[in-house]
C-alpha cells in the first residue's frame, strides 16, 4: 500500500516562502512521476509541479514557474516544493500525488493514482 504524507504548510505573508515535502512509502516510486497539485475553496484541482524519480525532469505549470522548484531526495522517498514569492492567490491545500508515468499526460490529477491528506498553504496580503 502506497503512503504519501505532506508536511510544511502554513501561514505566511506575500512575497515570503515556504517549502513542502512529501515523503513516500510502502512500494517502488523509480518508474514514476511525483505530483504537487493545489485546491482554493471553491475552485477546481489545479496542476502545480511534477518530476520524474528517475531523470529527474521536472514540468511547473506556467503560474508558479520561476517562483517554484520541485526536486526530489530518492534515498528518502521525499519529494520537495520550494515555494519563493507567494502570492494570495497561491492559498489552497496543496496534495502530493504519484502512479503517473511520465508524459504528455503528467498534468492532469486523472494520470496520478495515490495521494496525499493534502496540507494548507495560506499567504496573507
Known amino acids: 500500500q502506497v503512503q504519501l504524507v505532506e508536511s510544511g504548510g502554513g501561514l505566511v505573508q506575500a512575497g515570503g516562502s515556504l517549502r513542502l515535502s512529501c515523503a513516500a512509502s510502502?512500494?517502488?516510486?523509480?518508474?514514476?512521476?511525483m505530483g504537487w497539485f493545489r485546491q482554493a475553496p471553491g475552485k477546481e484541482r489545479e496542476f502545480v509541479a511534477a518530476?520524474?524519480?528517475?531523470?529527474?525532469?521536472?514540468y511547473y505549470a506556467d503560474s508558479v514557474n520561476d517562483r517554484f522548484t520541485i526536486s526530489r531526495d530518492n534515498a528518502k522517498n521525499t519529494v520537495y516544493l520550494q515555494m519563493n514569492s507567494l502570492k494570495p492567490e497561491d492559498t489552497a491545500v496543496y496534495s502530493c500525488?504519484?502512479?503517473?508515468?511520465?508524459?504528455?499526460?503528467?498534468?492532469?490529477?486523472?494520470?496520478?493514482?495515490?495521494w496525499g491528506q493534502g496540507t494548507q498553504v495560506t499567504v496573507s496580503s
Open positions: 518530476i520524474s524519480w528517475s531523470s529527474g525532469n521536472t
Open positions: 510502502g512500494r517502488t516510486f523509480s518508474s514514476y512521476a
Open positions: 500525488a504519484t502512479g503517473a508515468h511520465w508524459g504528455p499526460a503528467i498534468g492532469a490529477a486523472s494520470s496520478y493514482e495515490y
